[in-house]
C-alpha cells in the first residue's frame, strides 16, 4: 500500500514539488507517491478535513494558504509559530502539524551561492506568507537592516512590527539601494513581469526570486546585469530536502532532486517565453 503526500495551494499545476518528492521516494525505496492538488481559498478548511480523512501523509502548502492554515493545524512548530507562515504539514495518527522550512531553504540558497548575509542592507519586496520566511531566514543569517515594500502598506507595517525590521511605502521603492534585492511576490510567475524596474535593481549586488517559474524570471534577467543574481529553484530544492527529512527521517538524494527539477524547468520555460 502506497501512502499519499502532496502540495496543496492556487495555482499549483506549475509546481516542480512532485517531481522532486517522487523520485525522492522512489530512490529511497519509499512506498509513497505525490501529487498536486488545487485548493482554493474557501476550500482550505475541506480540504485540511480531507487530509485528516483521507490519511494524506505529509503535505507542502504553497500560495496564498501558508499564513491562513495555521488556523485548521492541531500543532504548530515553534520556527513556524515565531515565522507565522507554514509550508510544510506532517500527519501522525491523524494529529496535524505545521513546520516552516522555507527559511532554511533561503539560507542554503545563498550559502550555495557564496553570499554572506552578515552585515547585509537587504530589501524584500513583499509581505505575504514565503516573505516572513525571508525575512526570518536574513535575520537568522545576521542580515544589518532589512526594508520591506508592499503595495498594501499595513501588510508591510504588521511585518515590521513583528520582526523588528523597517517597513517602507510602496511609492518610496523608487529610491531604495542596498546590498541584496529579494522579489517574495508571486509576480512574474509564468509571465514576463516583474515588481520593479532596472533603475532599481541596477543598486543591488546580489538579487534572488523565489518565482521559478520562468527560471530565469524577467526581475533576475535585469540583475544579471549588475551582479549574482539566484534563481527560485534552489530555495524550493532546500525546502524540500528539509520536507522529505520531515516526512520520512531519512536523507533525501539531493543532487538527483536538483537535477530533475532543473531540467524540468527549462524544458517548461521554453514554453512560458514562447
Keep these: 500500500m502506497y501512502e499519499v503526500y502532496g502540495v496543496i495551494g492556487d495555482p499549483v499545476s506549475h509546481s516542480l514539488s512532485p517531481i522532486m518528492h517522487n523520485l525522492a521516494f522512489k530512490e529511497k525505496n519509499v512506498k509513497a507517491v505525490y501529487g498536486a492538488f488545487k485548493v482554493r481559498p474557501s476550500d482550505l478548511a475541506k480540504a485540511v478535513e480531507g487530509i485528516r480523512a483521507l490519511n494524506i501523509k505529509g503535505v507542502s502548502v504553497t500560495i496564498p494558504h501558508k499564513e ?65 520566511a525571508v525575512i526570518y531566514a536574513l535575520i537568522k543569517g545576521g542580515a544589518k537592516k532589512i526594508y520591506v515594500y508592499n503595495r498594501t502598506f499595513e501588510k508591510a507595517k504588521l511585518l515590521e512590527k513583528k520582526f523588528k525590521i523597517t517597513a517602507k511605502p510602496w511609492e518610496e521603492l523608487k529610491k531604495a539601494d542596498g546590498d541584496i ?54 530555495m524550493l530544492l532546500y525546502q524540500g530536502v528539509e520536507q522529505f527529512k520531515i516526512w520520512t527521517g531519512m536523507e533525501p538524494p539531493l543532487e538527483l532532486m536538483k537535477k530533475a527539477i532543473y531540467e524540468e524547468a527549462k524544458n517548461l520555460e521554453k514554453e512560458i517565453l514562447k
Design 181 to 234: 534585492i529579494i522579489q517574495a511576490t508571486s509576480v512574474g510567475l509564468k509571465s514576463w513581469e516583474t515588481p520593479v524596474g532596472e533603475e532599481i535593481i541596477s543598486r543591488f549586488k546580489v538579487a534572488m526570486d523565489i518565482v521559478y517559474l520562468p527560471l530565469k524570471t524577467k526581475f533576475l534577467s535585469l540583475a544579471e546585469r549588475y551582479g549574482k543574481i539566484i534563481d527560485g529553484l534552489q
Design 68 to 132: 491562513k492554515i495555521i488556523e485548521y493545524l492541531d500543532e504548530i512548530d515553534e520556527i513556524a509559530q515565531e515565522i507565522g507562515a507554514v509550508n510544510t504539514i506532517l500527519n501522525k495518527e491523524g494529529i496535524l502539524k505545521g513546520f516552516n522550512t522555507d527559511w532554511i531553504g533561503v539560507l542554503k540558497a545563498f550559502e550555495e551561492n557564496g553570499v554572506k548575509l552578515k552585515d547585509k542592507k537587504v530589501v524584500v519586496i513583499g509581505a505575504g506568507g514565503a516573505s516572513k
